[in-house]
Structure formats: structure tokens, C-alpha cells
């Protein structure tokens, strides 16, 4: 059988991603061909600097003969030309490294027909200027998706997605109506009949402590309840809106395999509490399944040989088929 390829942008030059992918390779041997999109130089001294002992394949951007590709060496597509000593920290000088990674992938995946997609983490601050709100909406933006893009943290047990991602909580309320939160949850939905031939059961919080406001309206009213019960005409399994402060104890969560929050910490914070980095970050709505492992950069944790590959581990998993 022949499994198409995973293809990865190893995200910024400085970060914990090339050990995580080290650790990864070490714990499975993959059936998907693993192609990276990397500097070959960082590649290589991170490699020595960690201790691991990888060969290398280098293919050309251009390659297709995908039926021979294996593992047996870490398939890399060079971007030294674009790989400009010294990064000494994540900053801006990495920008152009990171986009023209991020523009080679978009094409390839294209040309090719891929549907297998990793990025490493990148600085958000650093790379997007404050212009988007993260990696999700770049992405979109770049596959012409606009907004119509949803934020998955996928856990088998239990699965978050915020209907906001990286904004400031004074903005949160401005960006939420009954539209968005409706097309979130049939993103949602979409994703679990395709990969999980099931409808799922999903709870929704709402915006305000208690779902409730001191004031005349809430976001409850105007929205999240329109939402809700224009979504049950649809015969989705929904229910809400819940307390966030109550929702993720156990015998609430346990009903449901997604929980749909209104902001990005309201419900990113619980499932870390829960699980640690036994998640995967889904960007449902692309042409393609991106995933990204659900940590930052960590530049602090650099060369330190000490960062847990879970997460990683478990995307590769999940598109390994």
C-alpha cells in the first residue's frame, strides 16, 4: 500500500521543533514518507549538537516520485539559500526564512495533490506584525479561505476549539455572532463525519461568568443561544450554552466529545490542565489537514535535549494513514 507523504515546515530556526522530530523518528518508524522543509545547515547542527545521528535524503522541491520515498533517511527539501547566520534569538530577522518555507509547502502540497501538513511553531508576534491573529488565519489567507477557518484542539478523549483564536479579550466580544459560531460548529462537524464517520456531541460555554450579564443584553442572548438553537434544527447533537467554570469537571465533559468555547484560554487552559501535550492543533477548513503541535517555540528550552515530543508524535500518528 502506498501512503502519500507528510509534508512538514520545521516552523522557526530557533526553537524546540528539530528535537521533538528527532525524538519522534526514534519512538515510530512512520509508514507516510516524512518530507521537511528545512536548512539543511541548522538541520545537520542541531543534529550534532542533540546527539542524534539521522542520514539525509535532499529532494528537490520539484520531486514526485513519491512511491520510492521511505524513511529510511530524513527526506529534506534545502532552504539554505534563505537560511541567514545568526538567528541568536526568535525575532523578525527569521521572517523571511519562515514565509518563503511556508510558500514552497503551499505549492507542493498543491502541485501534488497532498493532503498531510505539519508546521513547527512559529513566533506569531514575530512573524505576523500584529496583521493576523495566528498561523490558523495566515493559512487561510494564503489558500484564499478567508475566516471561514476553525481552530481544533483534538484530543481523543475530549477536543476543544475557541470560535476566537489570538486575540485580545477586549476584542472577543466584538468578533463573535450567530454566524460564526454557526459555521464553526458545521467546520466542526464536517471534520469528525469525514475522518470519524460519526456527528459528534458538542457542548458550547458561554462568553460571560455564568452566561449571564449585569447588563440589559448578553452575548448569550444576541448570539450563542440563536446559534444553538438554529444548529438543533439542523439535528446536530449540541447542547448549551454552559458555565466555563463547571463545564470541563468530569461528569459535564465526559458527555461530549468537543467543547466550544467563545475565547482561546477559556477553554486552551483546561484541556492542558487535562492532558499536558497529549493534543494536536487541527486547522479545519483548508484545502489540506494542517496540524501543528500544540506548544510554542520554547527558545529557552533550546539544545537542552529535554522537550517532550507528545505532541508531535501524536500528529504524525493521527496523519499517518
Do not use: W
Not at 75 to 84: A, Q, T
Not at 101 to 115: D, Q, T, V
Not at 119 to 143: R, V
Not at 261 to 272: A, E, F, N, R, S
Amino acid at each position: 500500500m502506498n501512503y502519500k507523504p507528510i509534508l512538514i515546515v520545521a516552523g522557526e530556526p530557533n526553537s524546540i521543533f528539530l528535537e521533538i522530530f528527532f525524538k519522534a523518528l526514534v519512538y515510530k518508524k512512520f509508514k507516510s514518507p516524512i518530507i521537511i522543509i528545512v536548512s539543511k545547515k541548522l538541520l545537520n547542527e542541531q543534529m550534532q549538537n542533540l546527539n542524534f545521528n539521522y542520514k539525509i535524503n535532499l529532494i528537490d522541491k520539484k520531486y514526485k516520485d513519491f512511491k520510492n520515498l521511505n524513511n529510511n533517511k530524513i527526506n529534506i527539501i534545502n532552504v539554505d539559500h534563505y537560511f541567514k547566520k545568526p538567528f541568536e534569538k526568535i525575532s523578525k530577522k527569521s521572517n523571511t526564512y519562515i514565509n518563503n518555507c511556508f510558500k514552497i509547502a503551499l505549492e507542493f502540497l498543491k502541485e501534488n495533490k497532498l493532503s498531510k501538513f505539519i508546521n513547527g511553531p512559529i513566533s506569531k508576534k514575530d512573524f505576523l506584525h500584529g496583521k493576523l491573529p495566528g498561523i490558523t488565519e495566515y493559512l487561510a489567507k494564503k489558500t484564499g479561505r478567508n475566516s471561514n477557518v476553525a481552530m481544533l484542539i483534538y484530543n481523543k478523549k475530549l477536543s476543544v476549539s475557541p470560535v476566537t483564536t489570538h486575540l485580545p479579550l477586549k476584542e472577543v466580544y466584538k468578533n463573535i455572532s450567530t454566524k460564526k459560531i454557526i459555521n464553526h460548529i458545521e467546520l466542526i462537524v464536517n471534520f469528525y463525519k469525514r475522518e470519524f464517520k460519526r456527528i459528534p456531541k458538542i457542548a458550547i460555554t458561554g462568553l460571560n461568568p455564568h452566561c449571564e450579564s449585569n447588563f440589559k443584553s448578553s452575548e448569550e442572548d444576541k448570539y450563542i443561544r440563536p446559534a444553538i438553537k438554529a444548529l438543533i434544527k439542523k439535528n446536530l447533537k449540541i447542547k448549551g450554552p454552559f458555565s466555563a467554570d463547571t463545564i470541563f469537571m468530569n461528569e459535564h465533559s465526559k458527555k461530549y466529545d468537543v467543547i466550544v468555547g467563545m475565547y482561546h484560554d477559556q477553554v486552551l487552559t483546561p484541556l492542558k490542565s487535562l492532558f499536558g501535550f497529549d493534543a494536536i492543533n487541527i486547522t479545519l477548513g483548508l484545502p489540506f489537514t494542517r496540524i501543528s503541535p500544540d506548544h510554542g517555540p520554547n527558545h529557552s528550552m533550546l539544545g537542552k535535549n529535554i522537550s517532550d515530543p507528545k505532541s508531535l508524535i501524536e500528529a504524525l500518528k493521527f496523519l499517518d494513514k
